[in-house]
């Protein structure tokens, strides 16, 4: 039964990755997420059922499109296959509870904001504002279920806050903003999924990721000082890291300290 479920979750990530994979590429053109229908957009023959099936038609295909044989992106079915994957791991962390939903949601969400700002270095406040409702949705479902709320509207405040404050204080102190607008956005919808220890714990490990790989990049020459990098795509990787290991990184601190 379990392995029947899984499979079930891990399909169903396939099919929405491929879903986000439309969202990520009309959202930054502006375009309707709903219409057209999907189409090659080399070609714009419209795209039939068994084109469209995840990670399978990439292959049948040989990665290239059916009509004009124009080469199609390695990139589709590995976000597909990431989201499969990663809806999987919710499910196999959280089980079959709400929680689960709410973290599918939540990586949904990074999904789509983080591929768009590594593409055009931008946030966009559809992206976001959809994350905020989502996460005020299951701020009231707690509301229901008479827990406490607390720790997710902190965290929302402490998400966007730290955030907030380093962008005024970079732009007295240095005179440039360092950071944008757009990750004091998602950090404030990660501190509401998240709530107040685990937004810190997500802070700190993007600050890390950010740090390190900043420093490679510039390193390996492929970018320079003076080059933008989005830290958006670091805030989603550490907000997901934080959704699987974030309580472990809590109590690991915590016995380091009482020894
Ligand atoms: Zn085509």
Redesign the pocket.
């Known amino acids: 039964m379990n392995l029947i479920i899984s499979l079930f979750v891990f399909i169903t990530g396939l099919i929405f990755g491929s879903f986000f994979n439309v969202c990520i590429f009309r959202i930054q053109k502006g375009e309707s997420i709903s219409y057209p229908p999907s189409h ?1 957009t ?2 714009n ?1 419209r795209l039939k059922w068994y084109d469209l099936i995840p990670i399978l038609s990439y292959v049948f295909l040989k990665g290239k ?1 059916r ?2 044989k ?1 080469k199609i992106s390695l990139r589709y079915p590995t976000v597909e296959l990431i989201t499969g994957i990663l809806f999987y791991l919710v499910y196999f962390k959280y089980g079959l509870a709400i929680l689960t939903i709410k973290f599918i949601v939540f990586i949904s969400i990074l999904i789509i904001i983080g591929m768009i700002d590594f593409d055009t270095t931008d946030v966009y406040f559809s992206t976001t504002l959809t994350g905020a409702i989502f996460g005020v949705v299951f701020i009231l479902a707690d509301v229901y279920f008479k827990n406490s709320i607390t720790t997710y509207v902190l965290g929302g405040i402490i998400g966007g806050g730290v955030i907030a404050l380093i962008i005024i204080g970079s732009k007295i102190i240095i005179g440039t903003e360092g950071m944008g607008w757009g990750d004091a956005e998602i950090c404030l919808v990660v501190g509401l999924f998240l709530g107040f220890k685990l937004t810190i714990v997500m802070l700190m490990i993007s600050f890390v990721l950010g740090g390190i790989i900043g420093i490679v990049l510039i390193a390996m020459k492929i970018k320079t000082r003076e080059d933008y990098i989005p830290f958006g795509p670091f805030i989603v990787l550490a907000a997901i890291l934080t959704t699987f290991f974030g309580q472990d990184i809590i109590s690991y601190y915590l016995n380091m300290l009482i020894r």
């Open positions: 090659c080399s070609c023959n499109c009509y004009c124009e």
